[in-house]
């Protein structure tokens, strides 16, 4: 089974945060929004960026992200956009998850969620 299938299957199984019919604009005011562009869903990088974030699956979840891949570019590209909808990273290559979480944990606005949740916690 190819990658880009696989990841449509963990997303539709396990509700994982694929952003549907909503733009990237629309979808920044609830969650953070990881864009993934590339020529088409056979492309290496765009394979490889999915394979990354399969396993960090969870870590996407709590830090509120979706995702949404546009095919058609001419060129390999993620960019992340925060909750303010304003661009926080892109990148022409495969992002690790690692520089992703560090980016967002970073973020004035998830540090204030961290500590809500972990106020919240009995």
């Given amino acids: 089974m190819k990658t880009p299938v696989c990841l449509l299957l963990f997303g539709a199984l396990f509700g994982a945060p694929f952003a549907g019919s909503m733009n990237a604009t629309e979808l920044s005011a609830a969650k953070r929004v990881l864009v993934i562009s590339a020529p088409d869903a056979a492309h290496p990088a765009y394979r490889e960026q999915a394979v990354a974030l399969l396993p960090e699956w969870s870590g996407l979840i709590e830090r509120d992200f979706v995702i949404e891949s546009r095919f058609g570019a001419p060129a390999f590209a993620v960019v992340l956009i925060g909750k303010d909808g304003g661009e926080k990273l892109r990148r022409s290559a495969p992002l690790a998850t690692d520089e992703l979480f560090a980016v967002v944990d970073a973020m004035p606005m998830c540090r204030a969620e ?6 919240e916690k009995p």
């Fill in 114 to 119: 961290m500590r809500l949740r972990s106020a």
